[in-house]
């Protein structure tokens, strides 16, 4: 392979990573809707002004999170088509409608219209309406299916049920993860406002209350995740893992999902218990962004990941 190609290889594959964070963030405002929020924690009688902060916030990275995404969905489908091209060579319309054409293209177009339709619904989030906070909603939760119409899911190896167990991968992933980056850039940011007394209160609930989706969406992730590993690999799998070059690169995946679940386990059991004071919040926090940074780490493996050969295939 020569260096252009090696360049435009890491090049793809960082669009590819910005596009899953992208997706994650979309999945994780969307689960701060109002209507969800406001139902899981009652807020709005005890505290209005973090009830109506925390979604406006939400609702801006979801705004900032869908811009990218569609920019990186242009990207990549220009990184696509340079990819079919000697070096040096223009990319033309013909050769960019040639590559839509295909069972991926068609993946491509549905991610873009799902983009668009989360940038319009998202901005009319941010102005707390509800039908754009129910459309942005749905448009993640699209774009969490829609993922999977340009890698591994859509290929024979992954059967029917493929692209629904990706699907969900993603979305149990988003829910996660995404959550979590939404509750420390929107949710602990807004009680910096209140009072000494009250704060603990607040963000007791507010981890509270993502923890106990963590504790669904968490385990949920993994476990569809090596339901896919089995559909693509075999029920074997585990056996194979240092066989190939895709093998170590799930196994380095795996290793992170280890870390993670620990980092989870920790926060839920040690940091946020122990939320009753400021001592006890920046302890929560550093524990929460390393799971954060871990989490980024993993959709980087990721996206290398869902571009690789399957073994014995090149």
């Known amino acids: 392979m020569s260096e252009a190609f090696s360049l435009l290889d890491v090049a793809a594959g960082a669009a590819r990573w910005g596009w899953l964070l992208s997706v994650f963030l979309l999945l994780g405002a969307g689960s701060y809707a ?9 807020l709005e009688a005890t505290d209005p002004d973090i009830a109506d902060a925390l979604p406006r916030g939400a609702a801006r990275i979801g705004f900032s999170a869908a811009l990218l995404l569609l920019a990186l969905t242009a990207l990549r489908l220009y990184l696509q088509t340079r990819s079919l091209q000697e070096p040096g060579e223009p990319v033309t319309a013909e050769l960019v409608g040639a590559v839509l054409s295909t069972d991926w293209g068609t993946g491509w177009k549905r991610q873009a219209v799902l983009g668009l339709l989360a940038v319009i619904a998202f901005a009319a989030a941010k102005a ?17 299916l829609a993922a999977g119409m340009t890698g591994h899911a859509m290929t024979s190896r992954a059967g029917s049920l493929g692209l629904w167990l990706d699907a969900g991968h993603v979305w149990a992933g988003g829910l996660w993860l995404g959550g979590l980056a939404v509750l420390l850039m929107a949710g602990l940011s807004v009680c910096r406002k209140l009072s000494s007394e009250r704060r603990p209160i607040v963000i007791k609930a507010l981890v509270a209350d993502f923890s106990r989706r963590a504790l669904i969406f968490g385990p949920l992730t993994i476990g569809l995740g090596a339901w896919l590993a089995a559909q693509y690999l075999g029920w074997s799998w585990p056996l194979d893992l240092f066989e190939s070059d895709y093998g170590w690169t799930l196994a380095i995946k795996l290793g992170l999902l280890v870390i993670l679940a620990c980092l989870g386990a920790y926060n839920w059991r040690v940091a946020q218990p122990g939320l009753g004071n400021s001592t006890g919040e920046r302890r929560f926090r550093k524990s929460a962004v390393l799971e954060l940074v871990v989490g980024v780490v993993l959709l980087g493996v990721t996206a290398v990941l869902v571009a690789m050969p399957f073994p014995g295939e090149h």
Not at 34 to 39: G, K
């Open 128 to 144: 707390d309406s509800r039908f754009g906070w129910m459309v942005a909603t749905a448009a993640g939760g699209g774009l969490g």
């Open 34 to 42: 109002p209507f969800l929020f406001l139902a899981r924690t009652r």
